[in-house]
C-alpha cells in the first residue's frame, strides 16, 4: 500500500452527520501535515482541514465548526467527523499530504469517497 485509502463515504440528508477514515502508509506521511481535501464536479479540489505531526488542525472556513479532524490511534487512521451537512459538501473527499511540494502531493492521491448531501 502505497497511496492512501479512503472510506467512509456514502448519500446522507441534509444536517447529518458521516465519518470519513483515511488509512496512509510510508515516511512520507510522517513527515509532512496530513489533510482531507475535496473536489466538487467542475471545480478545483480544495483542502477542508488538516493535522501536523504534533496533532495541530485547521479547517477552512465552510467548513469550520461542523467538521473535525483527528487521528484515531487504535485503527492508525486520519478520520474526519462530518455534522451539520449541507448540499454544498456533496464531493469526492481525499486525503493526502499539506504543506510540500506539489510534485510530492500529486504522487500521493487515492481513489477518494464520495459524499453526497441530498434530501
Known amino acids: 500500500q502505497v497511496q492512501p485509502v479512503e472510506s467512509g463515504g456514502g448519500l446522507v440528508q441534509p444536517g447529518g452527520s458521516l465519518r470519513l477514515s483515511c488509512a496512509a502508509s510510508g515516511s512520507i506521511f510522517s513527515t509532512y501535515a496530513t489533510g482531507w481535501y475535496r473536489q466538487a464536479p467542475g471545480k478545483q479540489r480544495e483542502l477542508v482541514a488538516y493535522?501536523?505531526?504534533?496533532?495541530?488542525?485547521n479547517y477552512a472556513d465552510s467548513v469550520k465548526g461542523r467538521f473535525s479532524i483527528f487521528r484515531d490511534n487504535t485503527k492508525n487512521t486520519v478520520d474526519l467527523q462530518m455534522s451539520s451537512l449541507k448540499p454544498e459538501d456533496t464531493a469526492v473527499y481525499y486525503c493526502n499530504v499539506v504543506d510540500a511540494p506539489r510534485s510530492v502531493i500529486d504522487d500521493y492521491w487515492g481513489q477518494g469517497t464520495q459524499v453526497t448531501v441530498s434530501s
Open positions: 493535522i501536523t505531526n504534533g496533532g495541530s488542525t
